[in-house]
């Protein structure tokens, strides 16, 4: 007794226009699966091997993991479109073009947000694409024929499928940490040594800076300055009527005092670009202020600020602890606008997202520090932008909170002029 054909089996006969079609489809099938492989792969890889936490290498495994299924399911579409050997090898296909649709389409979501060009969206793109034709094309052909409840089994890959990428999606873009940034910025002056030969008071400051979080991070830039405040006395009264002049020049209100004015007696940067703290680590800088005895002023004070980028969001290229200088014409090319643009410190490199999923749907990012100083005051602006902007863009507040930049600063220590040049006996 004969038995009737299996039907997972390819039929036979078929012509030559056939052999051709089912030939070019199996090609481009297994050529977009392996692409999806590939794809998948580079990506993961660098988080699954790389990454700074725990969350970001579980999501580079499993762009790895998916990328070896499309592997497999290139073998199966192999079959399926030969001699259907394996029954599930339709499944298994099938599988293979809903991975490459929820990840392709995941990449080009967040592709969307900036719309940037990278060389990663001439793969993600047409695989998008790619796809659609597949799923149309395995659909057509009911593929999932021989799996057991087969509704079930399409509607658990589906929600799977989703919540992966949904969860990839928060992380990619929201970056949720729940541990806090905590540093410890401490500036104060130590004991005054009058220099009598030359009338020139040494006013030892000593700079504290203290991880005492649990996130290491980098040092973008960091200033100090010890300031020298004149005023004048007055004996009348002025009844605080100047008061909205000191408070926007960052000055007490004061009764007794005239219109007073700062100068900047000492100033420069903390801790060297580039480096990082980890946790626990501690840096303490000295400095020592030079001021003449006569120098007049009434008021004495310093502060510092460092700004910081977390550790756990990016990495940050070696080239960034070179400094250049404007004023400098080999380094003029590091510049936006020279010769026009103040003079300044600019510190630049490579900032790489710790999730790669970020980095593959953005133009390459780099962080431009640049420190500047002027007869009133010190200034420290930080910039994350393409490249080809050389940080010509403003300051944006999302672009700091995506890589993690912070700022901390110290309390103001303030002494009068007077106890240094005169100081009570102890």
Partial sequence: ?????????????????????????????????????????????????????FAGRVTG????????????????AFDYWGKRRWRHSGAV???????????????????FQEREYTPYALAYFPLLCW????????????????????????????ATALLASTNLAYSAVYQPYSLPVQFAVDITFGNPVMDPGRKIVNLPVTIRTENTGKVASYILNSSY???????????????????????????????????????????GPVIRAGTWLETGDVQVEQRV??????????????????????????????????????????????????????????????????????NVTREPRHVYSRWTTGKDSTHVRLTISPAKSKGKASADDESY??????????GVATVPFAALTDPAPE
């Fill in 93 to 111: 296909t099938l599988i293979g073009a809903l991975i490459a649709l929820f990840t392709s389409g995941l990449l080009v979501l967040l592709w």
């Fill in 225 to 267: 300055q010890v300031m020298g405040r004149s005023a004048a006395f007055e004996e009348k009264s002025r009844d605080l009527t100047g008061w909205k002049t000191d408070v926007k020049r960052r000055f007490d209100a004061e009764r007794y005092v005239g219109p007073a004015r700062e100068e900047i007696i000492n100033t």
């Fill in 289 to 358: 202020a030079q001021i003449p005895a006569n120098a007049g002023y009434d008021l004495v004070r310093a502060t510092t600020v460092i700004a910081l980028l977390r550790k756990d969001r990016g990495k940050i290229g070696p080239e960034f602890e070179i400094p250049r200088h404007s004023w400098d014409p080999d380094q003029a090319r590091f510049f936006a606008c020279p010769p026009e643009c103040e003079d300044q410190v600019l510190h630049s490199g490579r900032v790489v997202h710790n999730n790669n999923i970020v």
């Fill in 1 to 53: 007794m004969s038995h009737p054909r299996a039907t997972t089996e390819a039929p036979d006969g078929d012509g030559p226009c056939e052999v051709r079609f089912r030939r070019a489809v199996t090609a481009l099938m297994i050529a977009g699966l392996l692409g999806s492989m590939i794809l998948l792969i580079v990506i993961g890889s660098a988080d699954a091997f790389a990454a700074l936490t």
């Fill in 61 to 76: 495994f499993l762009f790895v993991a998916s990328g070896l299924v499309q592997g497999a399911a290139a073998a199966a």
């Fill in 131 to 158: 796809s659609l034709w597949a799923l149309r094309l395995l659909g057509g052909e009911r593929a999932w024929r021989g799996i057991p409840h087969p509704k079930g089994f399409a509607a658990g890959v589906t």
């Fill in 401 to 410: 909170d995506q890589y993690g930049v912070f700022w901390v600063g110290s």
